[in-house]
């Protein structure tokens, strides 16, 4: 059964240097099946996607798909960027890119989620 909530659900994918290539598969197909638990939509549940590691890219906005089958894509594309794990850097990417505003897609009143997939902690323990 598909989850009735209005909710702007953005994953965080560690794609740091210490993920395999087969745990960053993993996590990919993780997320795509979690987002199939969902009804897509602007009264219903949106999508967003970053990828880190000593850096952060954006995979798509919560505007960008609106359907199962371009979740799905999306996701697969996210890219390996190799590195180090710096969380702490894709947590202060959200606040200062403001992922969750509405010219990012996120809607005003909706329920606000954060998914981190990672293998490990940060590469720093004090941020």
């Known amino acids: 059964a598909k989850c009735p909530a209005r909710a702007d659900i953005l994953f965080v994918i560690d794609t740091s ?8 598969g993993l ?23 970053i990828s880190y590691s000593d850096r952060v890219q954006r995979v798509f906005d919560f505007k960008t798909y609106s359907n199962h089958a371009g979740l799905s894509l999306g996701l697969a594309l996210a890219p390996f960027l190799g590195g180090g794990t710096k969380t702490y850097l894709a947590l202060d990417f959200i606040r200062q890119q403001n992922l969750f505003s509405t010219s990012n897609g996120a809607r005003e ?8 997939m990672t293998d490990a902690s940060s590469d720093s323990l004090f941020k």
């Open 109 to 116: 009143r909706s329920s606000k989620l954060v998914v981190v």
């Open 17 to 24: 240097g210490s993920v395999s290539e087969r745990d960053f």
């Open 27 to 49: 996590a990919k197909q993780f997320a795509t099946r979690l987002t199939e638990h969902f009804q897509i939509g602007d009264k219903d549940v949106r999508f967003a996607a």
